[in-house]
């Protein structure tokens, strides 16, 4: 059987960080959910902090570094996807929302999607419905339906006992492999077919009109 891949992204700053901590605790909640089903799966874990430089640059110039462009490739390829933001100002960081902007509008369609985030305080929980929530609907991404909030006092002990941390990845990371076992294996994209970067269906004509303007 052939192992399903997840791709997780942390946009965590720091190193430690209780972002990329998260990341971890999902992922590895989600993989053994998944063993339980009788699937087998395998992570690839990505800090965006380590792309910050390629992802300014692709913004800029319109083409990803190689780093950034193989980053990119396993995360689309993947066959869900484990995205953790921390969250400034009431919504997600700028870091992850530049990531965000150099995929493909197209690329997450139907992809299953844990969106977790992490901040100082419990007041900024709601971010994941009103600010993350839609960035995933606007890509047509299937996000589950529970995303998993953490605040510094969940890490402490001193975090929500009505519904601890421990149990909200549980859920977040069981209604994932649920979505992962509902969908057949994502197939492995060969980065040479044109159809990898210039989209089903186009040809080099549709790039070189792009590129002029057309």
């Given at each position: 059987?052939?192992?399903?891949?997840?791709?997780?992204?942390?946009?965590?700053?720091?190193?430690?960080?209780?972002?990329?901590?998260?990341?971890?605790?999902?992922?590895?909640?989600?993989v053994?959910?998944?063993?339980?089903?009788?699937?087998?799966?395998?992570?690839?874990v990505?800090?965006?902090?380590?792309?910050?430089?390629?992802?300014?640059?692709n913004?800029?110039?319109?083409?990803?570094?190689p780093?950034?462009?193989?980053?990119?490739?396993?995360?689309v390829?993947?066959?869900?996807?484990?995205?953790?933001?921390?969250?400034?100002?009431?919504?997600?960081?700028?870091?992850?929302?530049s990531?965000?902007?150099?995929?493909?509008?197209?690329?997450l369609?139907?992809?299953?999607?844990?969106?977790?985030?992490?901040?100082?305080?419990?007041?900024?929980?709601?971010?994941?419905?009103?600010?993350?929530?839609?960035?995933?609907?606007?890509?047509?991404?299937?996000?589950?339906?529970?995303?998993?909030?953490?605040?510094?006092?969940?890490?402490?002990?001193?975090?929500?006992?009505?519904?601890?941390?421990?149990?909200?990845?549980?859920?977040?990371?069981?209604?994932?492999?649920?979505?992962?076992?509902?969908?057949?294996?994502?197939?492995?994209?060969?980065?040479?077919?044109?159809?990898?970067?210039?989209?089903?269906?186009?040809?080099?004509?549709?790039?070189?009109?792009?590129?002029?303007?057309?």
């Amino acid at each position: 059987m052939t192992a399903r891949r997840i791709a997780v992204v942390s946009a965590g700053l720091s190193n430690p960080s209780s972002t990329r901590m998260l990341a971890d605790r999902l992922a590895s909640a989600t993989v053994t959910r998944l063993a339980a089903l009788g699937i087998e799966a395998e992570t690839d874990v990505f800090e965006l902090r380590d792309y910050a430089h390629d992802i300014t640059n692709n913004l800029l110039t319109g083409f990803a570094p190689p780093a950034l462009d193989s980053m990119v490739n396993a995360v689309v390829s993947a066959d869900a996807l484990i995205a953790v933001t921390p969250i400034f100002s009431t919504s997600y960081s700028g870091l992850f929302k530049s990531f965000i902007d150099v995929l493909d509008p197209d690329a997450l369609t139907g992809k299953p999607v844990l969106i977790g985030a992490n901040a100082g305080t419990p007041r900024h929980s709601l971010a994941i419905d009103y600010a993350i929530r839609p960035l995933f609907a606007y890509l047509h991404a299937d996000a589950v339906s529970t995303g998993v909030f953490a605040a510094s006092a969940d890490w402490g002990g001193s975090g929500d006992h009505v519904a601890p941390l421990a149990e909200r990845i549980e859920k977040g990371a069981g209604e994932l492999a649920a979505a992962i076992s509902r969908h057949a294996p994502a197939a492995a994209s060969d980065p040479y077919d044109p159809d990898s970067y210039l989209g089903e269906g186009r040809s080099f004509d549709h790039l070189l009109g792009g590129l002029a303007g057309e």
